[in-house]
T-cell receptor, first 113, second 114 residues
Framework: QKEVEQNSGPLSVPEGAIASLNCTYSDRGSQSFFWYRQYSGKSPELIMSIYSNGDKEDGRFTAQLNKASQYVSLLIRDSQPSDSATYLCAVIPPRGGGNKLTFGTGTQLKVEL | NAGVTQTPKFRILKIGQSMTLQCTQDMNHNYMYWYRQDPGMGLKLIYYSVGAGITDKGEVPNGYNVSRSTTEDFPLRLELAAPSQTSVYFC?????????????FGPGTRLTVT
């Protein structure tokens, strides 16, 4: 079982719709969760972090965390063509130090006109 | 602030050559990281450092070395380059003294070994 799993996609949504990106993780003790956006040929850009169960909203982005189900999601409201990118889920597992991130392989999002 | 900077942007190496990838951050972050990203794959941690003079291995350290003599700089050394080291390399940094553990990435170095 992979430590962090994401559907590779592509996930296609029409412009203006809600895009829902999902991520599951295997280490139940994980406490810190992140969503990064990566445009083709560019570096990952942090868009959301979440540490507690529930929802966290920032503009058009909402991160949702359910530790009991070991599930974290990212909702993008009013999706725009500029949101087309690969979204990486990352987790800090409880073991070891250095706040090391474990990444999923990413979900490719395509927002269509 | 420039954030995290990396040089070079691109490099082609021949098998067996060596090189150093440079990484510098100006955010006074104490934690720094090196990742590699292969096509269609997630990022894999190569080495990390929790402060000057302290480094440790990540998930895929073989074929690489690092040093951390200052807070700002965290160079990655490739010795005896192999085709399997063809990848995009990202440096990242974070600040451990706050309760957030967010990592910020540099623009990357695209390395081809032929």
């Amino acid at each position: 079982q992979k430590e962090v799993e994401q559907n590779s996609g592509p996930l296609s949504v029409p412009e203006g719709a809600i895009a829902s990106l999902n991520c599951t993780y295997s280490d139940r003790g994980s406490q810190s969760f992140f969503w990064y956006r990566q445009y083709s040929g560019k570096s990952p850009e942090l868009i959301m972090s979440i540490y507690s169960n529930g929802d966290k909203e920032d503009g058009r982005f909402t991160a949702q965390l359910n530790k009991a189900s070991q599930y974290v999601s990212l909702l993008i409201r009013d999706s725009q063509p500029s949101d087309s990118a690969t979204y990486l889920c990352a987790v800090i597992p409880p073991r070891g130090g250095g706040n090391k991130l474990t990444f999923g392989t990413g979900t490719q999002l395509k927002v269509e006109l | 602030n420039a954030g995290v900077t990396q040089t070079p942007k691109f490099r082609i190496l021949k098998i067996g050559q060596s090189m150093t990838l440079q990484c510098t951050q100006d955010m006074n972050h104490n934690y720094m990281y090196w990742y590699r990203q292969d096509p269609g794959m997630g990022l894999k941690l190569i080495y990390y450092s929790v402060g000057a003079g302290i480094t440790d291995k990540g998930e895929v350290p073989n074929g690489y070395n690092v040093s951390r003599s200052t807070t700002e700089d965290f160079p990655l050394r490739l010795e005896l380059a192999a085709p399997s080291q063809t990848s995009v390399y990202f440096c990242a940094s974070s600040y451990s003294a706050t309760s957030s553990y967010e990592q910020y990435f540099g623009p990357g170095t695209r390395l081809t070994v032929t």
